[in-house]
């Protein structure tokens, strides 16, 4: 199993990024995806998930500003960041999870870097 990030990067406050996360080695569509992320000192923390049958929940934080989406087709999750802060910056994680009666799968990248600086 293989879920890489990319497009992680220095930008201005105000600025957008959009991640991407692209999976093998799974089942994609029966997934729930997420994204999480962990800044310097700082526990991991959600972001955003979405569900294999498309239901979406944000961290109270970034609602508005963030939107989290899948392809199905091609094994890919998205995350698309808007209106960017400074309090932002973390390195950010996919996550692949599913529950089975018997047994729970769970998944993770190895990150990318989103730094919100001017």
């Known amino acids: 199993v293989q879920l890489v990030e990319s497009g992680g990067g220095l930008v201005q406050p105000g600025g957008s990024l959009r991640l991407s996360c692209a999976a093998s080695g799974i089942r994609f569509s029966i997934y729930a995806m997420g994204w999480y992320r962990q800044a310097p000192g700082k526990q991991r923390e959600l972001v955003a998930t979405?569900?294999?049958?498309?239901?979406?929940n944000y961290a109270y934080s970034v609602k508005g500003r963030f939107t989290i989406s899948r392809d199905n087709a091609n094994n890919m999750l998205y995350l698309q960041m808007n209106s960017l802060k400074p309090e932002d910056t973390a390195v950010y994680y996919c996550n692949a999870e599913l529950i089975t009666p018997a047994r729970r799968y769970d998944y993770w990248g190895q990150g990318t870097q989103v730094t919100v600086s001017s």
């Open positions: 979405i569900t294999s049958g498309g239901s979406t």
